[in-house]
Structures are given as C-alpha cells and as structure tokens.
C-alpha cells in the first residue's frame, strides 16, 4: 500500500490554543437548549471564526486564535467568551461550564445538521446520542511531526493528573454516578476514543492514519478521539482529556502546566518506550473515580516516589516542570493549581452546593455566577 504522507505544519515557541465547549441553557429555567446554531448566525463578524457548533444543538465552541503565551489566552478568551456571553443573553440564554448538564435527558438534545456529525452520529447511534458531555481541548505547538509522537508518547503518563484537576462531571439526567468524571466514561464508549496508541515516530502515525482511511473506519486523524494526539493541519499537540472546569482561573491553570510539561519532553528530549496499558487505564480510572484523592504510579518513571496520592503527584509534576513553566512567562498561572487542590475541582463544587440546596438548578446559577471568580 501507497503511504500518504501527512504533512505537520509545525510550530515555534510552545505556541498555544484553547477550544471551550459551553452548554447552552435557558436563562429560567435552566434546562439545556438547543440555540447554538441561533447565536452562531447572529453573532456579530469579529466572533464569528472564535465559535463554533459540536455534535448537540445546546454546545457552544469558543476557540482562541493562535497565542504565544498565556498572557494571550487568558486575554483573548476573556475577550471572546465576554461577547459570547453577551450574545448568549441577548437570546434569553445563559453559557454554563461544566462537563455534564446535572438534569439534562440525552435523549431530549437535538443533534447538529452538520454533515460530519450526521455520518458519525449515523454510525454511533446510542452511543453517540448519549455523548452530551463537553470539555476543554488544549493545543501547543511543537516543532515537527517526530516531536508531536514523542511528546503523545511521553505526555500519556500524566494525562490522568490534568483530568484530575479539571474533573466537572458527577451527574448525568438527575443522577450522581459516583463518580469525579463521567464525561471520561462516555468518551471511552465511543470508537478509537481513549488512551493513546503508542508510535515509534511520525512514519509509523501515517501509517496507522492511512491504514484506518483504506479500511473507510476513519476519514481523516480527525477521528482519532485519543486523550492526546498530533493535530497536523495545526501543527501541535493536542490534550483532549480534560473536563471543562467550572472557574476561568483553573483554566489557565491547566493550561500552564499542560504547555510547560509539552515543553520539558520536547526541550530535555525526553523519551520511553510503549507505556504499561494496564497502568496507564489504572491511573485513569482512579481520577474518574476518586479525583485528586486517587493513587498514581508513574508509568514512565519521571516523578519519584513510588505509588501516591494524586494530588502529591500533581505537586511533584510541578516541581519537575517550574523552570520551564517561568520560562514561558506562565508561574503566575501555575500557581493557582494550588487553588485547584485545596478547594477542589468543579465536581467537588456541584456536590457542595446539591448538599446544600437540594435543587440541580442552584449548581447550575451558582456556577456560572462563579466563573469569573
């Protein structure tokens, strides 16, 4: 078979960028609807290539352009989740951010027009109508192909951690799953989703790339819904694992430390051989289920000291990255992580506040009164 190459646009500078998918809910009521497409359409020119719509009707994409520090992410997303929001009320609406709607029914979500979505709904079919969930995809630029595959094979080992820090999804049409994130357990019901599949080097992606398009079971990389794959047509590395985190801070925050690790293993050429799955799915798992409060072994090999708490382990990360961290002008950022551990992420805050008011509806006031904060 002919192989097609795939040409990795390459980037400098760890450049960075930042896609949010917001549900979309009723300003009253706030059930889930399906107004994307309408604030999409009526958006004003200057946000129109920032948003875009997803595989439901009720999420709405914000994406930044191309940033070279987080200063640039954190100001361009301020920007233009600030007109979205705008936007979003002038159409009786509000934008909540978390993974998972707490009361929302899949089976009452309207499914995007668009072609794409249509053929892979077409093939999912529950599975796909089930996937309501939204997240927080992180892209930095690297340098080459080569360098994308080893920062995926490397990165993998420290994925459960960023979900950690990020986890937003307990409940699901009404009911408390048990666990930190949901999101993660319907992401891994759906096709080539979940843990990535480790490569020698570039050639062997287009391989796999172009063995997956003959066979028709993809169209593009595109379809590849790894935790962490190459974005070739972006020219970076691209972390999808996270949920979407219930306060703007904790987003920044992970996006510091996500950019700083991509460039410890580009800058130290930090290598290792195909992971142990086993561990890498054990690790995961312990987030999905207890979050920070989990246990971690390092399949790698680069944080010390043997099994540990989650939350140890992010510490320990953080020490190993901080000098690349300040280097990309980003510690002010990172700091905030420490925020993250000591008050918990968005599940912790919705059990806190259902504990409290025994209304799903105050989660969802209370959070979206609370992202700025």
Known sequence: MTIQSIE??????FTLGVEIEFQVVNRQSYDLVPHA????????????????????????????GICRDL?????????????????????????FAASL???????????????????????????????????????????????????????????????????????????????????????ESLPLAGVYDYHPGWLEFEERVNKLRGLGIIDSARDLWWDARPSPQFGT????????????????????????????????????????????????WQVVRHGLHGRYLDPAGNIDGGQQKVSEAIKRLIDMIVSWSSELGSLEHLADIGQILAEGTGTEFQRRVLASSHDFKEIIKRGQEGFWK
């Open 37 to 64: 497409p309408q604030l999409q359409q009526s958006a004003p020119q200057l946000l129109q290539p920032r948003i875009s719509q997803e595989l439901i009707k009720s999420i709405l994409e914000i994406q930044t």
């Open 8 to 13: 990795f646009a390459g980037s400098t500078g």
């Open 101 to 187: 709607h707490p009361f929302a029914k899949a089976r009452e979500q309207e499914l995007s027009s668009d072609a794409r979505y249509q053929r892979i709904m077409n093939e999912l079919q529950i599975v796909g109508r089930r996937f309501i969930s939204q997240g927080l995809h992180i892209h930095v630029g690297v340098a080459d192909g080569d360098t994308a595959i080893r920062v995926c094979n490397v990165i993998q080992a420290y994925l459960p951690l960023f979900l950690a820090l990020s986890t937003s999804s307990p409940f699901f049409e009404g009911e408390d799953t048990g666990l930190m994130s949901y999101r993660t357990v319907l992401f």
């Open 71 to 95: 200063t640039d992410v954190e100001n361009d997303l301020m920007q233009t989740c600030a007109l979205a929001e705008e936007l979003a009320l002038d159409n009786d609406c509000l934008l």
């Open 237 to 284: 590395v691209e972390i999808r694992i996270c949920d979407l985190p219930y306060r703007f801070s904790d987003i920044l925050a992970i996006v510091s430390l996500v950019q700083a690790c991509v460039s410890w293993i580009s800058e130290e050429n930090i290598t290792t051989e195909s992971l142990d799955t086993a561990l890498v799915k054990a690790n995961k």
